[in-house]
C-alpha cells in the first residue's frame, strides 16, 4: 500500500497499486486484485480517479502507438499514451487531435472516461466525438469492442462513464487536419458579462476555439476574451519552452484574498494593454499551466478543489453572475477562472459532462467549512438553474445534485461493471 492524491491534493489515501503494462496480462492482474479503478497520470482533480484503501490499476505503462494511418488521419493506441505524445507525434505529420482539454498530460484512456472537451466544443464537440474505436476489458474478463456504429450502447456508457463499465485497453482516434503548429489569435478585453456573451456569440461562426479568462472577484464579470484559428504561417522556429517548477509546498496557500485581488487586477490590466491580435503556438494558447510543473503545489498542504459547472444558455448570464456575487462576496477564487460556451451538440456518453450552454470552472483553497458553505450557495444555483457539476473536476459533490444534473444515471448503471469501484463511485453511486 501507498499513498496517492488526485491533482487536487485534498488527501493522499493509501492504494494497492498495481501497474499495467502488457495488454495479455491484464486479464489476469485485474481478476486477481478485483474492486480497482484505472489511475492513469493522476490530473483528475477529485476522486473519480483514486479508490482509498483499495486497488488503483495504474496504465501509465500502457503507452504503445499500435498504428497510424497517415493518408487517413486514424490512430491506434493503447490508453496509457499522454496527449502530449500524440500531439508531438503527429502535428508535424500535418494531423492534430481535433479536442483537448487545459493540458496535455492526461492519458488517451483518462480522456475518454471524462470525456473532456476543449475551446472548441461549438465546433468539435467533446474527445468522444471523435474516438472511433474502444477496446474494452472487463474484470470477468471479457472483452467488448465498442464504437459509435458498434455495441453503440457501450460506447454511450464509457464514453464518459468515469472508468465504471470496465478498463479501456485501446482506443482508434480520428484527427483532423492541421496545417502546422500555429494558431492566428485574438485577445478581447471585456468589461461585464453582458459583453462577454455577445463575444461569444459573435465568434462562434467565424473562430474555431475561443475561451474567457475571467477576474473571479469582479462581481460584474469582466474578463478577457480569447479566440484563436489554425493558421498556415510558417518559417517560425518553435519556442522554446522554458519549464519552471514550484519546488516546494508552502505552509499555507499562497492563493489568498490579497494575493488573488492583486493579481486579477494587474493581470487584467497587462493583457488589456497588449490585447489585440497575435500568433500562438499551439502548447502556450491549448496548455498555459503545463509549463508550471507542480503548480498544484501552490495552495498549500491542505490542497484545493476545482469547482466547474455547465448551466443551461437561456438562464446563463443570470446564473453566472449569481454565482460571481456569491464568490464576489467571500473574496474566494483563483488566478485561473475560465469561462466559455458549448454548442448546440448533445452528449456522447450517457454521463457525459459537455451539454449546451455556460461552463464557468474555478480553483478553490480547501478552507474546510467556509469552503463547503459556498459551495452549497454555488450547488443551489445550478440546481436551480438544472445545470449539472462536472464529475472529473469534483470530489464533494452531493448526490442528489449528481443524480438530478444526470437524467441517464439510471440506464448508465445497466454497464457499470460490478468489480470496479472508486472514491467516487462510493460516494455518488453507493458502491
Same mark, same amino acid.
Given at each position: 500500500?501507498?499513498?496517492?492524491?488526485?491533482?487536487?491534493?485534498?488527501?493522499?489515501?493509501?492504494?494497492?497499486?498495481?501497474?499495467?503494462?502488457?495488454?495479455?496480462?491484464?486479464?489476469?492482474?485485474?481478476?486477481?486484485?478485483?474492486?480497482?479503478?484505472?489511475?492513469?497520470?493522476?490530473?483528475?482533480?477529485?476522486d473519480?480517479?483514486?479508490?482509498?484503501?483499495?486497488v488503483? +490499476?495504474?496504465t501509465?505503462?500502457?503507452?504503445?502507438?499500435?498504428?497510424f494511418?497517415?493518408?487517413?488521419?486514424?490512430?491506434?493506441?493503447?490508453?496509457?499514451?499522454?496527449?502530449?505524445?500524440?500531439?508531438?507525434?503527429?502535428?508535424?505529420?500535418g494531423?492534430?487531435?481535433?479536442?483537448?482539454?487545459?493540458?496535455?498530460?492526461?492519458?488517451?484512456?483518462?480522456?475518454? @472516461?471524462?470525456?473532456?472537451?476543449?475551446?472548441?466544443?461549438?465546433?468539435?464537440?467533446?474527445?468522444?466525438d471523435?474516438?472511433?474505436?474502444i477496446?474494452?476489458?472487463?474484470t470477468?474478463?471479457?472483452?467488448?469492442e465498442?464504437?459509435?456504429?458498434d455495441?453503440?450502447? +457501450?460506447?454511450a456508457a464509457t464514453?464518459?462513464?468515469?472508468?465504471?463499465?470496465?478498463i479501456?485497453?485501446?482506443?482508434?482516434?480520428?484527427?483532423?487536419?492541421?496545417?502546422?503548429?500555429?494558431?492566428?489569435?485574438?485577445?478581447?478585453?471585456?468589461?461585464?458579462? $453582458?459583453?462577454?456573451?455577445?463575444?461569444?456569440?459573435?465568434?462562434?461562426?467565424? +473562430?474555431?476555439?475561443?475561451?474567457?479568462?475571467?477576474?473571479?472577484?469582479?462581481?460584474?464579470?469582466r474578463?478577457?476574451?480569447?479566440? $484563436?484559428n489554425?493558421?498556415?504561417?510558417?518559417?517560425?522556429?518553435?519556442?522554446?519552452?522554458?519549464?519552471?517548477?514550484?519546488?516546494?509546498?508552502?505552509?499555507?496557500?499562497?492563493?489568498?484574498?490579497?494575493s488573488?485581488?492583486?493579481?486579477?487586477?494587474?493581470?487584467?490590466h497587462?493583457?488589456? +494593454?497588449?490585447?489585440?491580435?497575435?500568433?500562438?503556438?499551439?502548447?502556450?494558447?491549448?496548455?498555459?499551466?503545463?509549463?508550471?510543473?507542480?503548480?498544484?503545489?501552490?495552495?498549500?498542504?491542505k490542497?484545493?478543489?476545482?469547482?466547474?459547472?455547465?448551466?443551461?444558455?437561456?438562464?446563463g448570464?443570470?446564473?453566472?453572475? @449569481?454565482?460571481?456575487?456569491?464568490?464576489?462576496?467571500?473574496?474566494? $477564487?483563483?488566478?485561473?477562472?475560465?469561462?466559455?460556451?458549448?454548442?448546440?451538440?448533445?452528449?456522447?456518453?450517457?454521463?457525459?459532462?459537455?451539454?449546451?450552454?455556460?461552463?464557468?470552472?474555478?480553483?478553490?483553497?480547501?478552507?474546510?467549512?467556509?469552503?463547503?458553505?459556498?459551495?452549497?450557495?454555488?450547488?443551489?444555483?445550478?440546481?436551480?438553474?438544472?445545470?449539472?457539476? =462536472?464529475?472529473?473536476?469534483?470530489?464533494?459533490?452531493?448526490?442528489?445534485?449528481?443524480?438530478?444534473?444526470?437524467?441517464?444515471?439510471?440506464?448508465?448503471?445497466? =454497464?457499470?461493471?460490478?468489480?470496479?469501484?472508486?472514491?467516487?463511485?462510493?460516494?455518488?453511486?453507493?458502491?
Open positions: 500500500m501507498r499513498p496517492v492524491s488526485a491533482w487536487g491534493r485534498l488527501d493522499a489515501a493509501s492504494h494497492d497499486v498495481v501497474s499495467l503494462h502488457d495488454p495479455a496480462k491484464i486479464a489476469c492482474q485485474i481478476t486477481s486484485k478485483p474492486r480497482g479503478i484505472a489511475h492513469g497520470n493522476g490530473r483528475s482533480y477529485g473519480v480517479c483514486l479508490n482509498p484503501d483499495g488503483l +490499476w495504474h501509465t505503462g500502457l503507452n504503445h502507438f499500435i498504428s494511418d497517415q493518408s487517413s488521419g486514424r490512430l491506434v493506441c493503447e490508453a496509457g499514451v499522454l496527449l502530449r505524445e500524440i500531439q508531438r507525434l503527429v502535428i508535424p505529420l494531423w492534430i487531435l481535433p479536442v483537448t482539454p487545459g493540458t496535455q498530460l492526461v492519458t488517451v484512456g483518462g480522456a475518454i @472516461a471524462n470525456d473532456v472537451h476543449g475551446k472548441n466544443h461549438h465546433v468539435l464537440g467533446s474527445f468522444g471523435h474516438v472511433q474505436r477496446r474494452l476489458l472487463r470477468v474478463g471479457q472483452t467488448i465498442c464504437g459509435p456504429q455495441n453503440a450502447d +457501450w460506447f464514453v464518459g462513464g468515469l472508468g465504471l463499465t470496465g479501456i485497453v485501446e482506443a482508434e482516434i480520428q484527427l483532423c487536419r492541421v496545417a502546422g503548429p500555429w494558431l492566428a489569435t485574438d485577445t478581447v478585453p471585456y468589461a461585464n458579462l $453582458g459583453e462577454f456573451f455577445q463575444l461569444a456569440d459573435e465568434s462562434e461562426a467565424d +473562430w474555431q476555439h475561443t475561451v474567457s479568462w475571467l477576474d473571479c472577484l469582479d462581481a460584474r464579470g474578463g478577457l476574451f480569447m479566440r $484563436g489554425p493558421t498556415d504561417v510558417c518559417n517560425r522556429p518553435d519556442p522554446q519552452s522554458r519549464k519552471r517548477t514550484m519546488p516546494i509546498i508552502p505552509p499555507v496557500s499562497l492563493v489568498n484574498p490579497l488573488l485581488r492583486a493579481f486579477n487586477m494587474a493581470y487584467f497587462l493583457k488589456k +494593454w497588449r490585447a489585440g491580435q497575435a500568433i500562438a503556438h499551439y502548447e502556450s494558447f491549448f496548455y498555459p499551466l503545463d509549463n508550471i510543473l507542480e503548480w498544484n503545489r501552490i495552495y498549500g498542504p490542497g484545493f478543489y476545482q469547482y466547474q459547472c455547465v448551466v443551461p444558455r437561456d438562464v448570464q443570470d446564473a453566472t453572475r @449569481a454565482m460571481l456575487g456569491e464568490i464576489a462576496r467571500c473574496s474566494e $477564487g483563483s488566478f485561473l477562472a475560465v469561462l466559455k460556451t458549448f454548442g448546440e451538440r448533445q452528449p456522447v456518453g450517457m454521463l457525459s459532462f459537455p451539454r449546451p450552454g455556460v461552463t464557468l470552472a474555478l480553483d478553490f483553497p480547501q478552507k474546510g467549512l467556509r469552503t463547503q458553505m459556498l459551495f452549497d450557495r454555488l450547488d443551489g444555483i445550478v440546481r436551480e438553474a438544472g445545470g449539472r457539476i =462536472y464529475a472529473a473536476k469534483d470530489a464533494r459533490m452531493p448526490r442528489s445534485l449528481f443524480e438530478a444534473g444526470y437524467p441517464r444515471l439510471s440506464e448508465f448503471m445497466k =454497464y457499470r461493471d460490478s468489480g470496479i469501484s472508486s472514491g467516487l463511485s462510493r460516494r455518488l453511486m453507493g458502491s
